[in-house]
């Protein structure tokens, strides 16, 4: 990796001789950013065994973008195929109904990837993309993904893998819509949400758009499981109380 920074450091150079001033400090602004991309890169299991030289060519096909919280970054209107992987923050997935009412299908973490991708299976359909934490995203068009997949089937088998896992998960999901009612769905929600012995950062409102019900049903809701004395809740932190009962409403 070091001997793959010295030559984007020298890249960026070129033969000139150093020298001092505002030009000097945008050269080692661009280094630095180089190889904040690089490490980022390095980091996502999907491209843990690649070479120094390999990564640069991952480098050369990637463009990476800021995105703040709130921005929607993609829309059911794109049309060209492009893979994203996020690298820092957080992104949800969501569809709109035609009553205007959001169903979020996916929050997304770091490092993972996402997008409109038919050759891996891997699509958007009509999905909005959203980044709800300031985010770090770089994207790679189709003809580099493909390239990199023919060059590299441990990379194509690791992408699979995680295809395969969504899918499951998606399965899951609607199982869940099918055969439970609210109060199952809601206790499944908060246990696979949970951090130790609580629920942190989602609001009514954030539950409501995962489970695809109005706010005000969810606040119901809440409000059942507190009352039974199986959750506590806070300003967008709810606190589990009884998990052994709560896993048990999961399951009914």
């Known amino acids: 990796m070091a001997d793959l920074l010295s030559k984007i450091s020298q890249r960026l150079r070129g033969v000139r001789p150093a020298f001092t001033g505002a030009g000097s400090e945008m050269e080692m602004a661009d280094v630095s950013a180089l190889r904040a991309k690089i ?20 480098d050369r096909a990637t463009v990476m973008q800021t995105c703040r919280a709130g921005r929607v970054f993609y829309t059911p209107s794109e049309t060209g195929e492009v893979l994203f992987i996020l690298k820092t923050g957080m992104v949800q997935l969501y569809r709109m109904s035609a009553e205007g009412r959001k169903l979020v299908i996916a929050r997304l973490e ?11 299976g891997q699509g958007m359909y009509n999905t909005f993309a959203e980044a709800t934490e300031d985010s770090l995203i770089c994207t ?7 390239r990199l997949l023919l060059s590299k089937p441990k990379v194509a088998v690791r992408i699979l893998e995680a295809i395969g896992q969504r899918l499951v998960s998606a399965e899951r999901q609607l199982e869940e819509m099918a055969f439970k009612g609210l109060i ?3 206790a499944a929600l908060l246990l696979r949400t949970a951090e130790g012995d609580g629920v942190k950062g989602l609001s009514h409102q954030d539950i409501a758009e995962q489970l695809g019900v109005y706010r005000e049903t969810v606040t119901n809701a809440l ?7 199986i959750i506590d809740l806070g300003r967008k932190h709810i606190t589990i109380i009884d998990r052994i009962r709560l896993e048990r409403a999961a399951n009914e």
């Open 140 to 146: 790679m068009s189709r003809h580099d993904v493909e």
């Open 184 to 186: 199952p769905r809601l």
């Open 39 to 58: 490490g980022y890169l390095s980091a996502m299991e999907l491209f843990r065994d690649l070479t120094p030289a390999e990564m640069d060519e991952v």
């Open 223 to 229: 409000n059942e499981l507190k009352t039974a004395g």
């Open 110 to 120: 770091p490092v993972c990837f996402f997008g409109e991708m038919s050759c891996v």
